[in-house]
């Protein structure tokens, strides 16, 4: 055990903890049993502190990556909690099989991405994680070891995915894998005029494969909402044969530049080069390789570093198609009052019901980014408030200022999974930074 200091990847949170990293089934028993506070980890790339918590334990899983067993007829795979993201597609993409559910970045564990239900820019049309977990090897200091599915121990299976590691260790996990047919995917470009336009273009239909997503403008008011939808399909016209592989990518994506590079003017400069580069240069159809599509942040890192050490923030919200009107209706009221510094603003399609604490439900998630300064805080605020108001659903794993008014208002199971969670565990030994500031 040692002594090592961890941020949250917004910066928004610091702490020395201290960090156990077992290699063997046994030493995650032995670590775990003298702690009244454990909490796991996995590659620590969770926007809040979901993995650690000041003076405590975390138990690294680093060294649990290894495939278990695979079942290529059924599209079935167990592979350990610690196993990365590049790692499991690296194997499963020469079966011509994968994980659609992949956050935007391949050193994330799979036990971190079942901790958290993540999705990835399929959601629209495979939905989260959730769809594809089968079965999951759990240890918990007072349970023991726990097997998890829907046929076994079922409601600690349901609070387990999406449960932010607070009903123990997630050891190894059973996969049901989808089909890759083809070869990396198509690409194709639109221009959008307004946030409205991009939820025109974005296409909610789930008959064919198509994953989109957008990237608006927010350079001032008369550029709020203009963009471009993307639109990526899995390219047919190659043979299987050709190679899709992940690169093992080691930037460090919590190293900075120091000082913040992003204001009202490089956030316009970036801006307009990016829409010009779009609008102008580049091809409206283009072939785009696997990696660039899934893992749109890999060589890209430096766009976390211009936040500086102060880091940034980040608010995603998922919002039923009922409500997309008034809601951008209501972000551009408050635009024009506070005029934030948003540095990212995207929309895509997302699909799924939302239950527990899992950020998962039928809509579109609209996502931005923010310099962390008191105007923009003040601005996150408001749309905390027209969260409440429409019953909207904001992301607990991306917002480490999100207040728990809000997540109660927003999150009807709240109490019903804390009332779960603490049946299962009474003396509540699982606990992270950021289960303390949800209060559970």
């Not at 635009?335 to 895509?348: A, F, V």
């Not at 480490?400 to 008014?405: K, P």
């Not at 009807?412 to 606990?431: G, V």
């Amino acid at each position: 055990m040692f002594e090592k200091k961890f941020k949250s990847l917004d910066k928004s949170y610091t702490a020395k903890i201290f960090l156990k990293k077992p290699d063997k089934y046994r030493e995650i028993e032995k670590i775990s049993s003298n702690l009244d506070n454990i909490i796991t980890m996995g590659s620590c790339y969770s926007y809040t502190p979901a993995s650690f918590k000041e003076n405590k334990v975390s138990i690294n899983l680093k060294k649990f990556n290894r495939i278990i067993e695979f079942d290529k007829e059924n599209k079935l795979i167990t592979v350990e909690a610690g196993i990365k993201l590049s790692e499991l597609l690296n194997f499963t993409l020469k079966h011509g099989l994968w994980l659609p559910q992949t956050p935007g970045y391949p050193s994330i564990t799979i036990g971190g991405a079942l901790a958290t239900n993540s999705h990835g820019k399929s959601c629209g049309y495979h939905g989260t994680i959730r769809n594809q977990i089968k079965k999951i090897l759990i240890f918990h200091k007072n349970h023991g070891w726990v097997k998890l599915s829907e046929d076994e121990n079922k409601k600690i299976f349901d609070l387990t995915i999406g449960g932010l590691g607070l009903t123990g260790t997630i050891v190894n996990v059973q996969l049901k894998l989808k089909k890759f047919s083809g070869n990396n995917f198509i690409t194709k470009v639109e221009k959008t005029t307004s946030s409205k336009d991009t939820i025109k273009k974005i296409n909610f239909s789930d008959n064919k494969e198509i994953y989109y997503y957008s990237w608006n403008r927010t350079d001032g008011f008369d550029n709020f909402g203009k963009g471009f939808v993307f639109q990526n399909e899995i390219n047919l016209g190659k043979n299987i044969i050709e190679t899709k592989k992940i690169s093992l990518y080691k930037q460090n994506i919590y190293k900075t530049f120091g000082l913040n590079f992003w204001n009202s003017f490089t956030i316009k400069l970036g801006q307009s080069f990016y829409y010009n580069f779009f609008k102008y240069l580049k091809k409206k159809k283009f072939e785009d390789n696997f990696q660039n599509v899934i893992f749109p942040f890999v060589g890209k890192e430096f766009y976390f570093k211009l936040f500086g050490n102060k880091g940034f923030l980040e608010s995603q919200i998922i919002v039923p198609s009922k409500k997309i009107d008034v809601f951008i209706d209501e972000i551009e009221n408050i635009y024009k009052k506070y005029s934030p510094d948003i540095t990212l603003y995207s929309i895509k399609n997302f699909k799924g019901k939302c239950s527990d604490l899992r950020f998962e439900d039928d809509g579109m998630c609209f996502t931005f980014d923010f310099i962390k300064n008191t105007k923009n805080i003040d601005f996150m605020e408001k749309l905390d408030k027209i969260c409440e108001k429409y019953e909207l659903i904001p992301s607990i794993i991306k917002d480490s200022r999100l207040g728990l008014n809000t997540i109660k208002k927003c999150y009807k199971d709240y109490y019903n999974f804390k009332d779960r969670l603490n049946d299962f565990d009474n003396k509540r030994i699982y606990r992270s930074a950021l289960s303390d500031r949800l209060n559970i």
